[in-house]
């Protein structure tokens, strides 16, 4: 029990309230710094006392060793004070960010962000010198939205990185990464990427008032950022795009979208969306005009074939055999006849199965990837057919709105599918296609009602507004002449004014 | 919000259960392929023979091969299609279904007999039976039929149905005869309906050329013993005659309403008359039938079939493809044939079943206000038998195959 009580007490010792001013003697404040930042415990604070050349005054460095380069240190900020001579600091430390900081707080988020501080005897000002360097991951191809015509790099950990990705792709002086801060506890950066002169402000405002409301110790990355920024959390719908995609995330600014990005995750999130940004790959664009349809023509198939195969099957089996052309009926019928349970629970036994593979296949470790395709094809085809659990056919409908999931790569929008499939199973299964089609509509319904960053989820479509028409198909490259209407941009049409 | 929450669970569980009212296991029914409807011996009573198909055979490889057999036939003594379903249940495992019925199959008898309307609307009336369903009239009893009709290859009866009756109207020989044309003919009470004619029983062998039979009376060797070849006449809802399958031809040419494709038929030989030249015969376009109505005096009816015509085989050998003159002797010898054929057949219907086996009174209808003028001028008594009628043939284009000349006879047996 003491224990307990004792390491209470202890913290509470340690827990010292912020110093509000800095003092001008450097010994004071190599003290505070100390205690704010536990000197004895943590290991990575480091600290270096030297003597400036060109003034002889006593100097103090602080940094986390763990998030500065420490070349840079040496090379820009130790070397020039120890050996030049100049006029002040300012010109002779090479470093190219400086800051003067006046207060502890300051000081404190700085040290915490990789900064390295300078404190100088006599003086009360502190300098910042920016020589942070996180570690991060190198840009890798992007694997969970590939294509195969089209860039292939995609985000990475690192804010710095990410913005170069864009700006890469983007020479826009008016393209702005405005900076913001959340968390209490920890302080997070998360950078709001908009074209100003295309923007909507209505919707930049409410999405920076929706950050600023956000009042929580900390968010450490945009896949938690999204969760608190979504209208509706209960929402069986996604209200944004998550993508790990630069060129999807340049082409969605290109339209006037915003783009958040953290220093944290290697992906981005977009608002406002609809439901055509869920659908649509960017590789549609890259195809030729035929080829990205036929491919969007496929993709919408998928959408149906997932959601409503094992509904409809359940639905016209149980309840409209006379619809089932004569060869096909007898077969179901004829394999059917040996299986013990009800049509319904057959479709949900497989259904699950195959959730299940996908959801172990995920988790499993990579060495033991390979095993779970064997055993999985083994449990789904084979083995259950024989054993008379299921019956064929529910093999193919139940692979067939497997595979079709996997057609939908946006992984919010797959979850939607995903679980409307058994939605639809379920009314399928209690009125047949009265229910399904009673159900559809309802669902049909909801999704036309929701609302993204005050757009309509199928808007352009509708409600109407003036765009390229980019719902289901697409038009020639050439003949995408409008910026999406249901966002409001500030410029609407795609090319110079002068040409028209 | 709790009291809400229950009264919607209460909701739920009463919705739930009611869903299985009307759920029906596919492997918990029995899907009858072919009726067949009898008199029976009790006045008023009918015998239905149902053909019901058994799923495991032929279906399905996987599951294995099954000693049974392709399908189940019974026959039960009833008053009513469905009636007779559910007594059949003594004896048959599982619940009739007639969703899937692809034949009503009629015997003569009971075709002819004045209340073969009333035991048909019942069927009619059903929404299991499908109006779809083809109503096939046999020369036997719809029992025996069923019970004689093994098909060779197609053992699974529902298969064998729908490909023989898709063949024999394609072909012409068989007419298009489905539940639903039954009633609109019969209840327009305008023109005559014929039904697919069959038989089981191979009777005497008729004489003729090669669509000049009847049912039973094809004479052939091997294959499945069953025919189905021309077609029973209905007047009023009961049948008067037969047509045998040439006739049925030229109704099938002649009826824009049906569906003929293209089938190969003979000629006389114009410059040997002792042989028969092979004309493959087909028709693009539907007849086209116009009407000229007059009120005091016999009503004008002009018909034009458009067809071509591609010669098969000339076994007499004789240079029709080269010489223009044999030519011309050829295609009048075709037409001529045609008209006087179809002159023939119109006779018989103006002169002995006194209205029109080809839906022409379609035709007439648009010279009426209403429905009312149409009827008081009847098409079936006044109109029709009295209307003087030219049916006109017009080759389009005559083809000669992939070869123009045959073999030289002279030169091979020199």
């Given at each position: 029990m003491s224990p307990f009580f004792q390491a209470e007490k202890s913290t509470s010792e340690t827990d010292m309230p912020i110093p509000t001013s800095i003092s001008n003697r450097l010994e004071i404040n190599i003290e505070q710094m100390k205690e704010l930042f536990s000197f004895k415990v943590n290991k990575d604070f480091s600290y270096r006392s030297f003597v400036i050349h060109f003034n002889k005054k006593q100097a103090t460095i602080f940094y986390y060793s763990s998030i500065v380069n420490g070349d840079k240190i040496n090379e820009t900020i130790l070397k020039p004070l120890l050996e030049e001579d100049g006029?002040?600091?300012?010109?002779?430390?090479?470093?190219?960010?400086?800051?003067?900081?006046?207060?502890?707080?300051?000081?404190?988020?700085?040290?915490?962000?990789?900064?390295?501080?300078?404190?100088?005897?006599?003086?009360?000002?502190?300098?910042?010198?920016?020589?942070?360097?996180?570690?991060?991951?190198?840009?890798?191809?992007?694997?969970?939205?590939?294509?195969?015509?089209?860039?292939?790099?995609?985000?990475?950990?690192?804010?710095?990185?990410?913005?170069?990705?864009?700006?890469?792709?983007?020479?826009?002086?008016?393209?702005?990464?405005?900076?913001?801060?959340?968390?209490?506890?920890?302080?997070?950066?998360?950078?709001?990427?908009?074209?100003?002169?295309?923007?909507?402000?209505?919707?930049?405002?409410?999405?920076?008032?929706?950050?600023?409301?956000?009042?929580?110790?900390?968010?450490?990355?945009?896949?938690?950022?999204?969760?608190?920024?979504?209208?509706?959390?209960?929402?069986?719908?996604?209200?944004?795009?998550?993508?790990?995609?630069?060129?999807?995330?340049?082409?969605?600014?290109?339209?006037?979208?915003?783009?958040?990005?953290?220093?944290t995750s290697s992906a981005c999130l977009i608002v406002p969306v609809t439901f055509w940004s869920f659908f649509h790959s960017p590789e549609d664009n890259y195809l030729r005009y035929l080829y990205g349809n036929f491919s969007r023509m496929i993709r919408l198939l998928c959408f149906y074939l997932t959601t409503m195969i094992s509904a409809t099957y359940v639905a016209i089996s149980n309840f409209h055999s006379e619809m089932i052309p004569p060869d096909l009926l007898l077969a179901i019928t004829a394999s059917r006849e040996y299986v013990p349970f009800p049509l319904i629970f057959e479709v949900l036994i497989m259904e699950i199965a195959f959730e299940i593979i996908r959801e172990a296949g995920i988790r499993i470790p990579n060495p033991l990837g390979p095993t779970i395709g064997i055993v999985g094809a083994l449990i789904l085809g084979q083995a259950a057919v024989e054993a008379n659990i299921i019956s064929p056919i529910i093999v193919i409908i139940a692979a067939l709105s497997g595979l079709s999931s996997f057609a939908i790569s946006d992984i919010n929008i797959n979850f939607t599918v995903r679980l409307t499939k058994f939605i639809f199973i379920l009314a399928a299964g209690l009125f047949g296609m009265l229910a399904l089609i009673g159900v559809f509509l309802l669902w049909f319904m909801y999704l036309a009602s929701i609302k993204s960053f005050g757009v309509s989820f199928f808007a352009p479509l509708s409600p109407h507004f003036k765009s390229a028409n980019d719902t289901f198909f697409r038009k020639a490259i050439k003949k995408q002449i409008f910026r999406p209407g249901q966002i409001k941009p500030q410029d609407m049409t795609k090319r110079p004014k002068d040409s028209n | 919000?709790?009291?809400?929450?229950?009264?919607?669970?209460?909701?739920?569980?009463?919705?739930?259960?009611?869903?299985?009212?009307?759920?029906?296991?596919?492997?918990?029914?029995?899907?009858?392929?072919?009726?067949?409807?009898?008199?029976?011996?009790?006045?008023?009573?009918?015998?239905?023979?149902?053909?019901?198909?058994?799923?495991?055979?032929?279906?399905?490889?996987?599951?294995?091969?099954?000693?049974?057999?392709?399908?189940?036939?019974?026959?039960?003594?009833?008053?009513d299609v469905l009636t007779a379903t559910y007594t059949a249940n003594a004896f048959v495992s599982k619940k009739i279904t007639l969703d899937h019925t692809k034949v009503i199959i009629v015997s003569e008898e009971l075709a002819r007999d004045e209340n073969f309307l009333r035991v048909l609307q019942a069927a009619a009336r059903t929404p299991q039976i499908r109006r779809g369903v083809e109503l096939i009239v046999s020369k036997e009893k719809a029992r025996e039929f069923i019970q004689l009709n093994k098909p060779v290859t197609e053992t699974r009866p529902h298969k064998y149905f729908l490909s023989i009756l898709n063949r024999v109207t394609r072909s012409g020989l068989s007419p298009n005869s489905e539940l639903h044309r039954f009633f609109q003919i019969t209840e327009g009470d305008a023109d005559l309906f014929l039904s697919t004619y069959a038989s089981a029983i191979p009777s005497e062998e008729g004489e003729g050329n090669e669509d000049e039979y009847l049912a039973g009376q094809i004479p052939k060797l091997g294959g499945s013993p069953t025919?189905?070849?021309?077609?029973?006449?209905?007047?009023?809802?009961?049948?008067?005659?037969?047509?045998?399958?040439?006739?049925?031809?030229?109704?099938?040419?002649?009826?824009?309403?049906?569906?003929?494709?293209?089938?190969?038929?003979?000629?006389?030989?114009?410059?040997?008359?002792?042989?028969?030249?092979?004309?493959?015969?087909?028709?693009?376009?539907?007849?086209?039938?116009?009407?000229?109505?007059?009120?005091?005096?016999?009503?004008?009816?002009?018909?034009?079939?458009?067809?071509?015509?591609?010669?098969?085989?000339?076994?007499?050998?004789?240079?029709?493809?080269?010489?223009?003159?044999?030519?011309?002797?050829?295609?009048?010898?075709?037409?001529?044939?045609?008209?006087?054929?179809?002159?023939?057949?119109?006779?018989?219907?103006?002169?002995?079943?006194?209205?029109?086996?080809?839906?022409?009174?379609?035709?007439?209808?648009?010279?009426?206000?209403?429905?009312?003028?149409?009827?008081?001028?009847?098409?079936?008594?006044?109109?029709?038998?009295?209307?003087?009628?030219?049916?006109?043939?017009?080759?389009?284009n005559l083809e000669f195959g992939k070869m123009l000349n045959d073999t030289s006879l002279e030169e091979v047996r020199d």
């Open positions: 006029r002040d600091l300012s010109n002779i430390i090479t470093i190219e960010n400086l800051l003067v900081l006046n207060d502890y707080k300051q000081i404190i988020k700085h040290i915490n962000s990789g900064k390295a501080v300078l404190f100088v005897d006599g003086d009360s000002s502190v300098y910042s010198l920016d020589v942070a360097d996180f570690q991060h991951r190198v840009i890798t191809k992007a694997e969970n939205e590939s294509v195969i015509k089209g860039p292939q790099d995609a985000f990475t950990e690192s804010l710095n990185v990410n913005l170069s990705l864009i700006r890469k792709q983007m020479h826009d002086r008016q393209l702005i990464s405005e900076g913001m801060q959340v968390g209490v506890r920890s302080k997070s950066e998360i950078n709001l990427l908009y074209v100003k002169d295309l923007v909507n402000e209505e919707i930049l405002n409410n999405v920076k008032k929706r950050i600023e409301d956000i009042s929580v110790d900390s968010i450490r990355n945009v896949e938690l950022l999204e969760q608190y920024l979504e209208e509706r959390p209960y929402s069986i719908v996604p209200t944004i795009l998550y993508t790990e995609r630069p060129d999807k995330a340049t082409a969605y600014l290109e339209d006037g979208f915003i783009v958040i990005l953290m220093d | 919000m709790r009291k809400k929450n229950i009264f919607l669970i209460c909701i739920f569980i009463m919705v739930f259960p009611s869903g299985c009212n009307d759920r029906q296991e596919l492997e918990q029914q029995s899907y009858v392929v072919a009726i067949g409807v009898d008199k029976a011996e009790e006045e008023d009573k009918y015998d239905f023979t149902y053909q019901i198909a058994n799923p495991e055979v032929g279906s399905s490889s996987s599951q294995g091969g099954t000693n049974e057999p392709p399908s189940e036939i019974v026959t039960i003594t009833g008053n025919q189905f070849m021309g077609a029973a006449v209905f007047k009023e809802g009961i049948m008067i005659d037969t047509l045998n399958g040439h006739e049925t031809r030229l109704v099938n040419i002649l009826d824009p309403t049906m569906d003929i494709e293209n089938f190969i038929t003979t000629f006389k030989d114009p410059i040997e008359p002792k042989f028969r030249v092979s004309i493959g015969y087909s028709q693009d376009k539907d007849p086209n039938i116009s009407i000229t109505y007059n009120k005091d005096k016999p009503s004008l009816i002009e018909v034009t079939v458009d067809f071509k015509a591609e010669v098969i085989a000339i076994p007499s050998l004789v240079d029709y493809s080269q010489n223009p003159d044999y030519q011309k002797r050829l295609i009048n010898q075709i037409i001529s044939e045609l008209e006087e054929q179809t002159n023939k057949l119109i006779e018989k219907s103006q002169k002995e079943y006194g209205t029109d086996p080809f839906y022409w009174s379609l035709f007439v209808r648009k010279h009426f206000l209403d429905v009312k003028a149409y009827e008081k001028a009847d098409w079936n008594k006044v109109i029709y038998p009295n209307a003087k009628i030219k049916v006109r043939y017009n080759l389009q």
